[in-house]
Structure formats: structure tokens, C-alpha cells
């Protein structure tokens, strides 16, 4: 075989827990290795060495993508009440993907990877649909009050010079009632439509956008006329040279045409639509397991990853030395989409090349009939074979010799 791919500038390598853990070594020995000399700067993002490191490591680790433009991540543990002991944890350390998010500013695009075989729940969907989600405010920072009958509410605001504008929200003459407040931030805003303007861009796909705007005439409005503004005065040129289109209707309407659509387009959602619509689209597609997930900044940072968490029921099982069959295809995808940026960013044009092919030999492997167990349930293949963990990325590198 040739000489290993080179790589001049480093990847940030984001280490993580349980079965993904597992996972993410046999792919770097079977997939990676033999055929990439593979410069990264590693950050071992497992809770072990978070709690060692008092969190500080996903402080790095977020500043390091941001030096190097490109990360690729493992799942991780969020800590929860039952992890504490489990961990010997010295805090709840907050989520990963959390602090990390807020550090690059950035959006999350969700993307299935399709196989012959597996059919979508709707059948028309055969391309790929991605949604971004804006991961700040609304419903997700709200203040909210039960009232008592007799109470009247107001909307207060200070400004600052002490002024107050008040505008009634409603009088609960006859009843006991609710209130919540909500707010967003332009700047937020800003950033979540450069954000998916970027990745469209980049991906070379449509870009959707919705909201309530005819009945929300000042709160959502604000987000057409935002995202209105910027791709008018920074994109609309790029668009037309790319030839693609920005797109914008009613979430009503949106939903009825997303259901109608072949798919191929990215469908930036407002946080509630996108934590909603996420799931269901996600469910659509088949198999969380086939769900990949970049990290994107408006700046043009890109963090990858695999939607799915550590497969925590798997790792029990493995940690008693029973057989898993668990699916590494979003993780094997989250390091080729970051080896292929590594490459377009670097103009490493065999770095791209063994990206493609990694993704392809996974995808002929399936389409083969060699699959996991998640998969060997929902496939209509004839001649399908449910193969374990380490040997379906072995059956893998088998198919990606032959295109190597
Ligand atoms: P999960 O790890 O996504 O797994 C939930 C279930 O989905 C699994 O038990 C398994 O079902 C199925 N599944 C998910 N990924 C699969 C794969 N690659 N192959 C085969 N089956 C797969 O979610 P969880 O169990 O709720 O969370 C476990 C840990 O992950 C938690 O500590 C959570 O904090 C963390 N998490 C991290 C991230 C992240 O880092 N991005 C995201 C979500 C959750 P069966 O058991 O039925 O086979
Ligand atoms: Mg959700």
C-alpha cells in the first residue's frame, strides 16, 4: 500500500465515555491508522478526567477548535443525581456539548445518513433533510407564574434611563390563569442565521426557514427580519452563484411542505419548533444510531459528531463481557466530515479523497447486507447478516481496502 495521508495542520480529537468510548478506539486502529498518518490534539472529554481536571479539559478543548477551525467529538456524560456516586464526582459538571456551544457561538445541524434498505418512515423522503436548531432562549429561558383570579398582568419594561413602557397582557377578572415571559436576543439571532446561511452554503443545499410571524407580529417577525436582513445584504449575491435559495414561509406551512419534500434542503427551526421537529424527523429517518451532528460557529468553526449518546445499556452489557452490536456508523461519519473539512480547509485533496471513500465503504458495507442489530431489525434486505460491534468496522475496512 501506499504511504499513509499526511496531515499539516492538527484535528482537536474530543475523547468520550462508555460504548462510544469503545467504539472510537477500534475505528481510529481499523479504519484510521492504517491509512491516515493521523495528527490530532487530544482531549480526553471522558467524565473521569473532566472531574479530574475540575471541567477545565472542555474549556480547552473548545478554545483548541477554535484555534484549529476543526474538532471531532465523542458522546459524553452528562452527570446526572445517579452518576455522582458512579463517578465519585466532585460537582454536577454541566453538559460538554453545552459549555462548548456557548465558547463557539454556535448552531447544531442535524443530518440521517441514508441506506438502501431502510426505508423512512415516509416514503418520499429520499434525500437527506437537516435541521438547525437555535439553541438559545424562548420557551427554554422563560419566566412563568401561576396567578390568582382578580390579578391583572403587565408586560414592564425598564429602560435605561428608568423610563417604563407597560403594556397589559391580560386582566384575570373572572379567573385564576398563567403567564410566561419570553425573550430572545438580536445578537443570538444574528448569529443562528449566519450560522445556517454558512452550512447552506457549504453543503450546498437549500436553506428553509418558519415562524409564526403573522400572529407573533413584533417576537417572531424579528427573526424573518433578521434573517431577512443579512441574507439581502451578505449572502443573496453567494446564493445565486451557488444556486441555491433561501426560503421563507409560515411554520404551518412549512410543516405541510416538509412532509410533501423529497428531502435535500436544511430547515433552520426556532428552539421549541427545532427541539420538536428534531426528534420527529430523526424518528422518520429510522435509527438514532444513523443520525450525524455538526457544531457549527458563525465564524466558520465545525465541531462533529454523532447525534446519539454513550450507549450506556450497551457498555453494561460489554463491561460483562457479553456481545454488543452496537452501530459506529454516526461516529465513523462525525470523523470523516472532520477530515474532510481538515482537508478542504488545508487543500489536502487525499485527505478528502479517504474521507469520501470511509463514508462509502460504511455505506456499501450496509447496502451489502452487513449491519448492526439496530439496523437488522428495520432493514428489508433479503440476504442481511447482524454482525457485533468490531466486526462490522472490520467488514468495513474490508470494503474500503478494495477503494483505497
Ligand atoms: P443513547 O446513548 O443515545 O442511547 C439510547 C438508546 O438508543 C440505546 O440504549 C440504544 O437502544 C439506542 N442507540 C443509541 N445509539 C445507538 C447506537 N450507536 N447503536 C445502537 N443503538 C443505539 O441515550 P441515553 O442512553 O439516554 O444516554 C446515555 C448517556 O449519553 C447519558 O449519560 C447522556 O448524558 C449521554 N448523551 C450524550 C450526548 C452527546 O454527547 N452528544 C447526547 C445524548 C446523550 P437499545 O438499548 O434499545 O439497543
Ligand atoms: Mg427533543
Known amino acids: 500500500m501506499a504511504d499513509k495521508i499526511k496531515m499539516n495542520t492538527p484535528l482537536v480529537e474530543m475523547d468520550g465515555d462508555e460504548m462510544t468510548r469503545i467504539i472510537w478506539k477500534m475505528i481510529k486502529d481499523i479504519l484510521i491508522l492504517p491509512y491516515v498518518d493521523l495528527n490530532t490534539e487530544y482531549y480526553d472529554l471522558g467524565l473521569v478526567h473532566r472531574n479530574e481536571t475540575d471541567d477545565k479539559v472542555t474549556f480547552d478543548s473548545a478554545e483548541a477548535t477554535k484555534k484549529y477551525g476543526v474538532a471531532v467529538k465523542c458522546a459524553t456524560i452528562t452527570p446526572n443525581a445517579a452518576r455522582m456516586p458512579e463517578y465519585n464526582l466532585k460537582e454536577m459538571w454541566k453538559s460538554p456539548n453545552g459549555t462548548i456551544r456557548a465558547i463557539l457561538d454556535g448552531t447544531v445541524f442535524r443530518a440521517p445518513i441514508i441506506v438502501k434498505g431502510i426505508t423512512p418512515y415516509i416514503p418520499t423522503w429520499t434525500k437527506p433533510i437537516t435541521i438547525a436548531r437555535h439553541a438559545y432562549g424562548d420557551v427554554y429561558k422563560n419566566t412563568e407564574m401561576q396567578v ?30 398563567i403567564i410566561q415571559g419570553l425573550h430572545n436576543v438580536d445578537k443570538s439571532i444574528a448569529s443562528f442565521a449566519r450560522c445556517c446561511f454558512n452550512y447552506a452554503l457549504d453543503t450546498k443545499q437549500d436553506l428553509w426557514f418558519a415562524t409564526k410571524d403573522t400572529i407573533s407580529k413584533k417576537y417572531d417577525h424579528r427573526f424573518k427580519d433578521i434573517f431577512a436582513e443579512i441574507f439581502e445584504t451578505e449572502y443573496k449575491e453567494k446564493f445565486d452563484n451557488a444556486n441555491i435559495e433561501y426560503f421563507y414561509t409560515l411554520i404551518d406551512d412549512a410543516v405541510a411542505r416538509v412532509i410533501r419534500s423529497n428531502g435535500g434542503y436544511i430547515w433552520a427551526c426556532k428552539n421549541y419548533d427545532g427541539d420538536v421537529m428534531s426528534d ?62 481538515r482537508g478542504e480547509l488545508d487543500g489536502n485533496d487525499e485527505l478528502i479523497h479517504y474521507a469520501d471513500m470511509l463514508e462509502k465503504a460504511t455505506i456499501d458495507t450496509i447496502e451489502s447486507g452487513i449491519m448492526t442489530g439496530d439496523l437488522y431489525l428495520l432493514s428489508n434486505l433479503e440476504n442481511k447478516k447482524k454482525v457485533n460491534t468490531e466486526q462490522f468496522l472490520i467488514e468495513v475496512n474490508k470494503t474500503l481496502k478494495n477503494l483505497m
Open 148 to 177: 390568582a383570579e382578580g390579578s391583572k398582568c403587565e408586560l414592564v419594561c425598564t429602560d435605561k434611563d428608568g423610563n417604563e413602557t407597560r403594556q397589559l397582557i391580560h386582566d384575570f377578572e373572572n379567573s385564576s390563569g
Open 280 to 341: 420527529m424527523v430523526a424518528t422518520a429517518y429510522g435509527s438514532l444510531a444513523m443520525m450525524t451532528s455538526v457544531l457549527v460557529s458563525p465564524d466558520g468553526i465545525y465541531e462533529y459528531e454523532a447525534a446519539h449518546g454513550t450507549v450506556q445499556r450497551h457498555y453494561y452489557k460489554h463491561l460483562k463481557g457479553e456481545e454488543t452490536s452496537t452501530n459506529s456508523v454516526a461516529t465513523i461519519f462525525a470523523w470523516s466530515g472532520a477530515l474532510r473539512k
